[in-house]
């Protein structure tokens, strides 16, 4: 019913930039929270920012200063700008959307994943 495409990861050298996007697309009504999660390896899937429909933002203290959530609700998606990268910030990124849908119920969606390596 709905999907969450990710893309704009790949490797980089530490202290640099990447900017991650994630359109949402479907049967959605509206979009309430959006937000980014990491996954590194051997280790648990972690929030890093979150951004509500009116633009409120929460960071994990490991990204504020370096990490920057935003959206543009008439594109249904969300992008993390993530400057002065370090190599503990490896790891897959996902997406997350708390939809209302048409059928006015609402489901919490993700989308597939896309993979930051910060590296030498």
């Known amino acids: 019913q709905v999907q969450l495409v990710e893309s704009g990861g790949g490797l980089v050298q530490p202290g640099g930039s990447l900017r991650l996007s994630c359109a949402a697309s479907?049967?959605?009504?509206?979009?309430?929270?959006m937000g980014w999660y990491r996954q590194a390896p051997g280790k648990q899937r972690e929030l890093v920012a979150t951004i509500t429909k009116g633009g409120s933002t929460y960071y994990a203290d490991s990204v504020k200063g370096r990490f920057s959530i935003s959206r543009d609700n008439a594109k249904n998606t969300v992008y993390l700008q993530m400057n002065s990268l370090k190599p503990e910030d490896t790891a897959v990124y996902y997406c997350n959307a708390d939809v209302l849908l048409y059928s006015l119920n609402r489901a919490d969606y993700w989308g597939q994943g896309t993979q930051v390596t910060v590296s030498s």
């Open positions: 479907g049967s959605i009504f509206s979009i309430n929270a």
